[in-house]
């Protein structure tokens, strides 16, 4: 059973930075490319950061430069470094394999505001 747990979420001022994990279980991870999705409510789930197997990385423009995923497969962990945050990143942040499972953990709330 795929169970994807995000975490490290919180309120932080423009400018701020958070690092989110999440904590994959239920299949073999390492063989999987994994995403970092956003999604504010009334709008479509956001693609915000790519990492293939092999470590290669893919951003959108919004975040490019901002935004590092990164992934321990000993671990079994995905993380997402937000540095320069900016009141447009406000949403609720999941992962999931690129392409997704049908199962989704139940995100991370990220709030930026002064």
């Known amino acids: 059973q795929v169970q994807l747990v995000e975490s490290g979420g919180g309120l932080v001022q423009p400018g701020g930075s958070l690092r989110l994990s999440c904590v994959c279980s239920?299949?073999?991870?390492?063989?999987?490319?994994m995403k970092w999705y956003r999604q504010v409510p009334g709008k479509e789930r956001e693609k915000v950061a790519t990492?293939?197997?092999?470590?290669?990385?893919y951003y959108p423009d919004s975040v490019e430069g901002r935004f590092t995923i990164s992934r321990d497969n000993a671990e079994k962990t995905l993380y997402l470094q937000m540095n320069n945050l900016k009141p447009e990143d406000t949403a609720v942040y999941y992962c999931?394999?690129?392409?997704?499972?049908?199962?989704w953990g139940q995100g991370t709330q990220v709030t930026v505001s002064s």
């Open positions: 239920g299949f073999n991870f390492d063989v999987f490319a």
């Open positions: 999931n394999a690129a392409v997704p499972f049908t199962s």
């Open positions: 990492i293939a197997t092999g470590g290669s990385t």
